[in-house]
T-cell receptor, first 118, second 112 residues
Framework: AQKITQTQPGMFVQEKEAVTLDCTYD???????LFWYKQPSSGEMIFLIYQGSYDQQNATEGRYSLNFQKARKSANLVIYASHLGVSAMYFCAMRDPTSNNAGNMLTFGGGTRLMVKP | DVKVTQSSRYLVKRTGEKVFLECVQDMDHENMFWYRQDPGLGLRLIYFSYDVKMKEKGDIPEGYSVSREKKERFSLILESASTNQTSMYLC???????????FGPGTRLTVL
């Protein structure tokens, strides 16, 4: 069974600094996708970034970068130049094509609460 | 922009009541999903649908049912609400490629 682990339930970062949120995953299939979502206090899940298992380069999207280390099965999210609006819950998720729904089911980690200090 | 809407942001019901949570998406997505979110447990998939009238159980389907009569609408039904179903419920939709899912704002359900 696939599994997503986020080992940091809460983190602080100073404004304008970078921070790395950890995510490790476990799957036996060579083809999968990794996602990061942001959930502010309003509750909505906001898609941030996607990395396919066969993508050669790390995905980047604005201030977000996914540090994909396939051999270590890690997909850490790097947030650059944090500002107060970055404070939120962050969830890592994985799509496993071998799941029983044509490969579109996501499994989520437990989340990391990031707090930006002014 | 993709828009996924949910019928209520907050809902309070009593034990034993039948509860309907509605979700509508405007992007013609084939796939739609219902999750519940509880502190420390992340998001857990209840049911999903990959086409009209098609549904599949997720990780925690017990106590829930779903309905998808139209492509844009996916309903979650609690036949007889119980206090352990107090939670945040999130609906999502996505294309068949599976390279993302777009979420609605969530419904915070309290069962008394």
């Amino acid at each position: 069974a696939q599994k997503i682990t986020q080992t940091q339930p809460g983190m602080f970062v100073q404004e304008k600094e970078a921070v790395t949120l950890d995510c490790t995953y476990d799957t036996s299939d060579p083809s999968y996708g990794l996602f990061w979502y942001k959930q502010p206090s309003s509750g909505e899940m906001i898609f941030l970034i996607y990395q396919g298992s066969y993508d050669q380069q790390n995905a980047t999207e604005g201030r977000y970068s996914l540090n994909f280390q396939k051999a270590r099965k890690s997909a850490n999210l790097v947030i650059y130049a944090s500002h107060l609006g970055v404070s939120a819950m962050y969830f890592c998720a994985m799509r496993d094509p071998t799941s029983n729904n044509a490969g579109n089911m996501l499994t989520f980690g437990g989340g990391t609460r990031l707090m930006v200090k002014p | 922009d993709v828009k996924v809407t949910q019928s209520s942001r907050y809902l309070v019901k009593r034990t034993g009541e039948k509860v309907f949570l509605e979700c509508v998406q405007d992007m013609d997505h084939e796939n739609m999903f219902w999750y519940r979110q509880d502190p420390g447990l992340g998001l857990r998939l209840i049911y999903f649908s990959y086409d009209v009238k098609m549904k599949e159980k997720g990780d925690i389907p017990e106590g829930y049912s779903v309905s998808r009569e139209k492509k844009e609408r996916f309903s979650l039904i609690l036949e007889s609400a119980s206090t352990n179903q107090t939670s945040m419920y999130l609906c999502a939709s996505g294309p068949p490629s599976g390279d993302t899912q777009y979420f609605g704002p969530g419904t915070r359900l309290t069962v008394l």
